[in-house]
């Protein structure tokens, strides 16, 4: 858990095994799920430090995708899915653009309070879409009118 996480990675897989049923039968979007691995600092652990993220050892981080895969599937293909993104630009991190997006990416990750997501000091133009489209995915659970996308895509 990072400093400014507000829920534990124990509570976090309590509520992500909760609501597995219902997103695997349902065949959902898993936000309320995403947002409690963001609450709890889980979106940093693939980011190395150099870019502020958490840079979980990887023994650890793989032993976090074993407990998510036993209580939900659905939630951790997302998550690892996510993470091999984020691996592909740690691998291309002479790359100015990996470096932004990564930068980016760690700043969405680590400690940032939900109501300013959308107002980040974002590096690129990227990250701050990036804001503007996890913002409403990460306040789903917060937001009942929420429907599970965003309003309108990345361009």
Request: charged share 20%; glycine share 6%.
């Amino acid at each position: 858990m990072n400093d400014t996480a507000d829920l534990s990675w124990p509570a976090a897989l309590e509520n992500i095994a909760r609501r597995a049923e219902h997103v695997d039968a349902a065949g959902s979007w898993p936000a309320e799920n995403l947002s409690d691995l963001y609450r709890c600092g889980a979106m940093s652990w693939s980011i190395p430090r150099r870019f502020g993220g958490s840079e979980l050892p990887s023994l650890d981080l793989h032993r976090h995708y074993e407990e998510i895969s036993a209580v939900c599937l659905t939630t951790a293909l997302v998550f690892t899915q996510r993470d091999a993104a984020v691996e592909f630009l740690v691998a291309a991190d002479r790359s100015p653009l990996a470096e932004t997006l990564l930068t980016d990416l760690a700043y969405l990750s680590t400690g940032v309070p939900l109501d300013r997501l959308r107002h980040g000091p974002f590096k690129s133009q990227v990250g701050c879409h990036l804001g503007l489209r996890l913002a409403p995915l990460l306040l789903a659970p917060r937001n009942p009118s929420f429907q599970g996308r965003p309003s309108s895509p990345v361009r």
